[in-house]
């Protein structure tokens, strides 16, 4: 059994990402599992899990390989809050259920890579804040965040990760870019994390700004 490069990925479902964004989003994912089920050191480690976050919460699809991996609907309610809080909470929690430690018997899985998504900011920001130092405790071998659409607030990623993405258009396009940078970067996380616990991202597309 060779060891799993665990990648989670944190989508915001709330109601602004209603219609054409959540549909955007769909397409973008559909084009990058089709990239990485490409590459064959990507299909021999990579496990991907999606978790979803509007007012509810909810692991879409726990770690699971790419080829047994099959997108399910993801649905957008009308209206109401987006507990990322409560997400980091589950994502913790999912982490320490999934990924294997390397123990002085074996070795574990390789340090996990983090995914998040939003177009606004976190209502529950008493419990985001909290959980913050929660994410860090375990370990992530790096975490990305892109704040999607013009009303999204990058100062709350700015405390999670450095690495904070702006896309300022949420048109299929412009996701589409968005994952298959995405792609890449997990290929390279492939091949680096075995070598190096730092990894090195791809430059992103012109369409994706680094937040200084």
């Keep these: 059994m060779s060891r799993k490069l665990p990648v989670y990925l944190l989508i915001d479902t709330s109601g602004s990402m209603k219609g054409e964004p959540i549909e955007s989003v769909k397409v973008g994912l559909e084009a990058m599992l089709s990239s990485l089920r490409q590459d064959p050191f990507a299909l021999d480690s990579v496990h991907m899990s999606i978790i979803v976050f509007d007012k509810d919460v909810k692991q879409l699809f726990p770690l699971t390989s790419l080829d047994q991996l099959k997108l399910p609907t993801i649905t957008t309610p009308d209206s109401g809050p987006t507990h990322l809080g409560a997400a980091l909470q589950l994502l913790c ?17 390789w340090m996990p890579l983090l995914f998040v998504m939003t177009d606004g900011k976190p209502s529950d920001t008493f419990l985001y ?10 370990k992530f071998a790096s975490i990305i965040a892109c704040a999607a659409g013009m009303k999204a607030k990058v100062e709350p990623l700015q405390k999670l990760t450095s690495q904070v993405y702006a896309l300022d258009v949420m048109d299929s396009a412009s996701f589409m870019k968005f994952f298959t940078w995405v792609s890449a970067s997990i ?24 937040v200084i």
């Design 93 to 109: 929690q999912c982490v320490d259920q999934e990924v294997q430690r390397t123990t002085k018997d074996k070795k574990g899985d």
């Design 129 to 138: 804040n909290e959980m913050i130092e929660q994410v860090k405790k375990r």
């Design 187 to 210: 290929g390279v996380g492939n091949r680096s994390i075995g070598a190096t616990d730092d990894l090195v991202l791809p430059p992103p597309p012109a369409e994706i700004n680094l």
